[in-house]
C-alpha cells in the first residue's frame, strides 16, 4: 500500500481557497488518487477521485502532477461548513477488494 | 440519495454481552464493509461481503462476525463483548461495479462496552 502524507491541521477563513497537498512518493502505476471528507461524529463522504492531471466537480478539484507523487485538493471559496477532516488515500486497484486505508488526514478549521 | 442507516448512534453494553449492530442500504449494492475507527488509528476493514452471504475478513476479524442474509442488510456481531471493542463503527456500501473506492457510508455507531 502506498503511504501517504498529509499537514495534520490547516486554518482558513470563510471565502478563501485551501489547497490540501497529499505527497504519497511510492504510489504505483495503478493507483487512483481518493480523497473523502468527514464531518465530526459522522461516516467519512468521498469527494473526489483522479489519476492524473486535474479532475473537477462540484465540490473540488484535484491537481495531480505529472510524476504523480504528490497531489493538491483544493476547495474554492471554503465555508464554516466545510470544517471537517479530509484524508487523501492512495491504493492498488484489483486488490481484491476495495479496503478503505486512512490514516490521520488533515483537520481543516474555517473560521469567521 | 445513497442511504446507508445503522440500528444506532450510541450503544453501551457490559462486558461478556453479545452485541448486534446492523446496517442497511437502499441502493441495491453487491459490497458491504464494517470499519471500526479509533483516534490515531484510522480506519480499520473488520470485514466485508460483496454477495448474500458471502463474507471476507478484513484487517482485524477477530472477536467479531458477521451475517448477511439479505442484500441490503450487514450484520456485524461482538460475540462477547470487550472493552478495547469499545471504538465507532462505520458500515460503507458500494456497487462492485462503481467508481472504485467510492464508498457510502453510514452515520456511525459510538460502541462503549463497560
Known amino acids: 500500500l502506498a503511504k501517504t502524507t498529509q499537514p495534520i491541521s490547516m486554518d482558513s477563513y470563510e471565502g478563501q481557497e485551501v489547497n490540501i497537498t497529499c505527497s504519497h512518493n511510492?504510489?504505483?502505476?495503478?493507483?487512483?488518487i481518493t480523497w473523502y471528507q468527514q464531518f465530526p461524529s459522522q461516516g467519512p463522504r468521498f469527494i473526489i477521485q483522479?489519476?492524473?492531471t486535474k479532475v473537477t466537480n462540484e465540490v473540488a478539484s484535484l491537481f495531480i502532477p505529472a510524476d504523480r507523487k504528490s497531489s493538491t485538493l483544493s476547495l474554492p471559496r471554503v465555508s464554516l461548513s466545510d470544517t471537517a477532516v479530509y484524508y487523501c488515500?492512495?491504493?492498488?486497484?484489483?486488490?481484491?477488494?476495495?479496503?478503505?486505508?486512512f490514516g490521520t488526514g488533515t483537520r481543516l478549521l474555517v473560521s469567521p | 440519495d445513497v442511504k446507508v442507516t445503522q440500528s444506532s448512534r450510541y450503544l453501551v453494553k457490559r462486558t461478556g454481552e453479545k452485541v448486534f449492530l446492523e446496517c442497511v442500504q437502499d441502493?441495491?449494492?453487491?459490497?458491504m464493509f464494517w470499519y471500526r475507527q479509533d483516534p490515531g488509528l484510522g480506519l480499520r476493514l473488520i470485514y466485508f461481503?460483496?454477495?448474500?452471504?458471502?463474507?471476507e475478513k478484513g484487517d482485524i476479524p477477530e472477536g467479531y462476525s458477521v451475517s448477511r442474509e439479505k442484500k441490503e442488510r450487514f450484520s456485524l456481531i461482538l460475540e462477547s463483548a470487550s472493552t478495547n471493542q469499545t471504538s465507532m463503527y462505520l458500515c460503507?456500501?458500494?456497487?462492485?461495479?462503481?467508481?472504485?473506492?467510492?464508498?457510502?457510508f453510514g452515520p456511525g455507531t459510538r460502541l462503549t462496552v463497560t
Open positions: 441502493m441495491d449494492h453487491e459490497n
Open positions: 483522479g489519476y492524473k
Open positions: 461481503s460483496y454477495d448474500v452471504k458471502m463474507k
Open positions: 488515500l492512495v491504493d492498488l486497484m484489483n486488490t481484491g477488494f476495495q479496503k478503505l486505508v
Open positions: 511510492n504510489i504505483a502505476t495503478n493507483d487512483y
Open positions: 460503507a456500501s458500494n456497487h462492485r461495479t462503481g467508481i472504485l473506492y467510492e464508498q457510502y
